[in-house]
């Protein structure tokens, strides 16, 4: 029999695991707080653990890592790694240093099914789930690596924040997401606020209405386009919840959130997205939600046949933001010469969906303002041309 992953159980889990072995809640705290804040894998070193309990687990518990297929370190101390999680797949987690924080993304899916058409993960398909050991083993791993690669002192943290922004619309994974969420924000595991654990979506507006519930932490949510048309186009979810149906979860999802704002994450799309006429549409559904603009300099790769906005677009279009007091930044990219870069993570995936070839298709149509009758039709850039 294949021994039980620990890595799986978030501490109500591991209690209920432990409470099979005819154990007390107590140690399954001992035990969580070994595996998740010391970074403990060999039972045999939880000296404090009874001695009956860790012969108990011997043989039918593990804590089981990822394998690693290997480490990249960008010149600006991003490091990515590339995880195999069996079957022909791997994913991608990422370390952000910052001189006030470390930020770990990380990764809920084997590919995406969602399909955004300027993503690369979007481009590969998708193959599967995570299951909460994977997606947790990713923050174990990189938070006991990095502790003892920096030479932090007991209690030291190497990561401070984690985004779920790696490969994957974490909330098609709910199920396992949530469990690893608790272990983040778990006193007992790593402690993380809430303010600090950010969920990014596509927009899987039932979703967004069940994580308020159980387990809210910060919101951020790739909108990329402020009108149907255009959205539908880019991030196909659309099709199935649009703006209207977004903004309103949006809404709710603030009652219960930690932060009083909305991240909108808005990727520049040369010519597709990032004219005035965007911008002021922006500014409306600004009006309705309390939210912050983050704008996101467009990652080239050849399959999306869609170019980086020009600097000077990218400022001229913060600024009407601006000027209408919506708070804006735009990101600096990261890791940019490994491949790290948000929308680059692209791991390995058997996809099980056609997804290059469904991907494959007509242009976008530029849909400046619901009132377009006839938007014109947007070319790819001459040297992206597939
Ligand atoms: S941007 Fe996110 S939701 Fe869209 S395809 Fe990429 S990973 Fe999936």
């Known amino acids: 029999m294949t021994p039980a992953n620990l890595l799986e159980y978030d501490l109500d889990g591991l209690a209920a695991y432990c409470e099979k072995l005819g154990e ?81 993304c990380v990764s809920s899916q084997a590919g995406c099914a969602v399909g955004c058409r300027f993503c690369s993960t979007g481009h590969q398909g998708f193959s599967r789930n995570l299951t909460t050991g994977e997606i947790i083993a990713q923050l174990w791993f990189a938070e006991h690596h990095l502790r003892r690669r920096l030479g932090l002192a007991a209690g030291e943290r190497a990561i401070t924040n984690v985004v779920m922004m790696g490969m994957g619309e974490p909330l098609q994974n709910y199920n396992a997401l949530v469990p690893a ?10 402690g993380l606020s809430r303010r600090r654990v950010t969920v990014s979506t596509s927009g899987v507006v039932p979703m967004i209405d069940r994580l308020r519930v159980d387990c809210p932490v910060a919101l951020a949510v790739s909108l990329h386009a402020p009108v149907d048309p255009l959205r539908d186009d880019l991030v196909p979810l659309n099709r199935k919840y649009p703006i209207a149906e977004l903004l309103e979860a949006c809404e709710r999802y603030l009652e219960a959130a930690p932060r009083d704002f909305i991240t909108f994450e808005y990727c520049m799309l040369d010519g597709v997205n990032d004219l005035p006429e965007h911008a002021r549409a922006l500014v409306k559904i600004s009006q309705q939600v309390s939210c912050k603009f983050n704008l996101i300099p467009f990652n080239p790769f050849p399959e999306s046949g869609l170019k980086r906005s020009p600097r000077e677009r990218v400022s001229a279009f913060a600024q009407v933001l601006l000027d209408a007091g919506v708070v804006t930044t735009v990101r600096k990219t990261r890791g940019d010469d490994i491949d790290a870069a948000c929308g680059q993570l692209a791991g390995e995936v058997q996809d099980r969906t056609n997804a290059a070839k469904r991907m494959t298709r007509a242009p976008i149509r530029v849909h400046r303002s619901p009132s377009d009758a006839d938007p014109a039709p947007f070319t790819p850039p001459e040297e992206n041309r597939p």
């Open 24 to 104: 007390k809640r107590f140690r399954a705290t001992q035990l969580f707080r070994w595996i998740h804040q010391k970074g403990a894998a060999d039972f045999s070193a939880m000296s404090d653990l009874a001695k009956s309990l860790r012969d108990k687990l011997a043989g039918i518990a593990e804590i089981r890592p990822l394998e690693i297929i290997s480490e990249q370190a960008s010149t600006d101390g991003t490091i990515k790694w590339l995880f195999d999680v069996g079957g022909g797949n791997a994913v991608e987690t990422v370390f952000i240093p910052e001189t006030d924080r470390g930020t770990l």
């Open 181 to 190: 969420l608790r272990m983040m924000l778990d006193d007992h595991g790593y």
